[in-house]
């Protein structure tokens, strides 16, 4: 009996050890993702805040009218390729890759990988983009089929196309510099380039547009220029720490072929959300004009909560939960998932809800000037309120999808973006006829859902991800204090009607005191409920 209690005791203090181990190891991860996820998010910030004034330049200057439909597909199209090629799929597919090449082989090893993938992606960008030029009017007629109808339209857009699409190449050249700088842990000049594109779109907006015969044509220009010098930026960047970049082009090379294995899915997979987005640009170039610029303004706004934070989290998790998975470190795996799920709950619910109850006014205060109506602002309204049910899934996605692609699985998030991808084509379908643009955008709300619903369930049951005691009081604050906020944001607002006839200083101190008024709400009743900051400290520590 002795012995059995020795035995007990025994392992009681071993189990001890090892969970102030696992304790030990998490702390410093957590205190260095929160550490990178504040850098980026700050530079996502400015970069958001200079897109608003980017954006709010357009949408004075060209409103929804058929010439900013027709620069919002020319520029959409690229985008999409961007996300497939380049920020999405390639860095999903090449962080693990250099994460093990660094873990396994050295540095040495990961600037021959670098050089290797940079000459061979090099060179199918320069074929992919030759063809864009080329065949411009053919992409527009594919992606917006609904132009064929409006010859001029349709020409402008392939015109605008022609100069837009060269900036897929500066971009997804960017994307690989700015991932081995993640890799490295250098977060914030990845985060801070966008900037450069919003300055210049903004600069060729309000330099360049009055001086052309088809103003347009001046975003257009600022597009590839915003691309070249966001190129020029990283590769400066990887200069400074040490990389001296020789690309050549290697498609044997050993790491080049396992990351076009892995890429190859993982275009689908992490691509889901872009390819419904540009599904519903297909089916909205079919509605009345301005439906294009309607769900751009509205998806902008949804743009900036899931970037500032959904995407900055994503960035910095994917190279700590490879790190982890390469250690074999799983449950350190698992609780910084955990950790990063919890911080999404917990800016996300209250962020969707804000842009849901404000979407009149926030169109209205920064968008609703010049060429731009106050029927486009109510027809943009709608959109958004439909867009800002979904904010959480797409966050949800950016966290729960580097769970699988940090151990090199791009199948499994490939075959769940395939039946989400045709419920949203089903949904869309259905929902267009009685609401219109806002029903593309509630499809795309209703298949985010699925897909990340279906993304968590199949972490749980490859028991990968294992959710940390706390979570159902947790859960019940943050929609508490959500609910609060929203009657609080609800009883405070004017009428939409009203916000069109104040001035653009009294909407702004209008709009700026209900953001104060909603955030100071939510987290006072957060914390009467019994929520602190050290709940949220680090990885594993109970709610």
Aim: proline content about 4%; charged content about 10%; overall charge positive.
């Amino acid at each position: 009996m002795v012995r059995s209690t020795d035995g007990v005791g025994r392992r009681r203090i071993i189990g001890h050890l090892e969970s102030l181990r696992v304790l030990t190891e998490t702390h410093p991860l957590a205190r260095s993702l929160l550490r990178s996820t504040a850098i980026v998010g700050q530079m996502t910030l400015l970069s958001r805040v200079l897109g608003f004034v980017r954006d709010v330049v357009i949408a004075h200057a060209f409103g929804a009218t058929m010439a900013a439909d027709a620069f919002f597909v020319a520029f959409k199209i690229p985008n999409l390729f961007r996300r497939l090629f380049a920020e999405g799929a390639f860095a999903q597919a090449f962080v693990p890759v250099v994460s093990e090449y660094r873990e396994r082989d050295g540095d040495e090893a990961v600037v021959d990988l670098v050089n290797a993938t940079a000459g061979s992606l090099g060179l199918v960008l320069l074929g992919f983009v030759g063809l864009g030029v080329v065949a411009a009017p053919l992409f527009v007629f594919v992606f917006a089929p609904g132009f064929a109808d409006e010859p001029d339209k349709l020409a402008l857009a392939g015109d605008l196309l022609r100069l837009t699409f060269p900036y897929l190449g500066f971009i997804s050249l960017t994307a690989l510099a700015g991932s081995v700088l993640n890799t490295y842990g250098r977060f914030a000049v990845p985060a801070f380039t966008p900037v450069l594109l919003n300055i210049a779109l903004i600069g060729a907006a309000v330099l360049i547009a009055p001086h052309l015969e088809r103003p347009v044509f001046a975003l257009a220009i600022g597009v590839l220029v915003g691309g070249i010098a966001q190129l020029a930026m990283q590769y400066a960047a990887l200069a400074r720490l040490g990389f001296s970049l020789r690309p050549i082009v290697a498609f044997g090379h050993a790491g080049v072929r396992q990351i076009l294995r892995l890429m190859g899915p993982a275009i689908f997979g992490v691509s889901v959300a872009q390819i419904n987005l540009l599904l519903d640009t297909v089916i909205a170039s079919f509605l009345v004009t301005g439906s294009i610029s309607w769900l751009y303004y509205s998806d902008r706004l949804v743009e900036f909560p899931l970037g500032v934070f959904g995407i900055a989290l994503a960035t910095v998790i994917l190279p700590a939960l490879s790190a982890r998975h390469n250690e074999g470190l799983g449950e350190a795996f698992s609780r910084t998932l955990d950790w990063a799920l919890k911080w999404v709950f917990l800016l996300g619910v209250p962020a969707a809800c804000a842009l849901a109850v404000l979407s009149g006014p926030l169109l209205c205060t920064l968008f609703g000037y010049g060429a731009l109506s106050d029927h486009d602002v109510n027809m943009a309204a709608r959109s958004l309120v439909a867009y800002s049910g979904g904010l959480l899934a797409f966050i949800l996605i950016k966290v729960l999808a580097p769970g699988y692609f940090a151990r090199q699985d791009t199948r499994t998030p490939v075959r769940i973006g395939i039946i989400a991808m045709c419920a949203n084509m089903a949904l869309n379908l259905v929902l267009v006829f009685p609401l219109a643009h806002a029903g593309l955008a509630l499809a795309t709300t209703l298949s985010a859902c699925l897909n990340a619903g279906l993304l968590w369930r199949g972490l749980r049951r490859e028991g990968v991800y294992v959710a940390a005691p706390g979570w159902a009081l947790f859960i019940v604050r943050v929609v508490a204090a959500a609910a609060v906020m929203c009657f609080a944001l609800w009883s405070w607002s004017a009428p939409l009607s009203e916000w069109f006839s104040w001035s653009a200083m009294t909407r702004a101190q209008q709009l700026f005191g209900a953001v104060v008024l909603g955030v100071g709400v939510y987290f006072c009743v957060i914390a009467l409920l019994g929520m602190r900051p050290r709940h949220m400290a680090m990885p594993g520590r109970q709610v």
